[in-house]
């Protein structure tokens, strides 16, 4: 079955591995994999890190995650859609986004 993929607004900053860090903020997101809208794409990467600040229920978090770029695409705003799949994320993390998703599907 696949997880499920849901709305998402919170914002962040990308590190790429050339050194460049960006601000982003996420379209799209499931327990495997996220979606976020940048100024410039991912450049090559092959591993780049994000944080997110989350926010649900009033509650907030900052999501720290390793991910692997799957798709890097230029969209009608002028920004690039960066489609990411989480590589390496704290369990604390997983279970957040997992109870966001939960709640909101």
């Keep these: 079955m696949k997880a499920p993929y849901i709305r998402c607004f919170w914002s962040g900053r ?4 050339n050194g460049m860090v960006m601000s982003v903020h996420c379209t799209h997101i499931s327990s495997q994999q996220i979606e976020v809208e940048a100024p410039y794409g991912s450049q090559g990467s092959k591993l780049v890190k994000l944080e997110l600040n989350a926010i649900h229920e009033g509650k907030t978090a900052l999501i720290k995650a390793l991910c692997k770029p ?3 695409v230029l969209n009608e705003h002028n ?3 960066i489609r990411l799949s989480f590589h390496k994320i704290s369990s604390k993390d997983l279970t957040y986004i997992k109870t966001f998703i939960e709640d909101n599907s």
């Design 14 to 17: 990308l590190y790429l591995t």
């Design 70 to 72: 799957l798709v890097d």
């Design 79 to 81: 920004k690039h859609y």
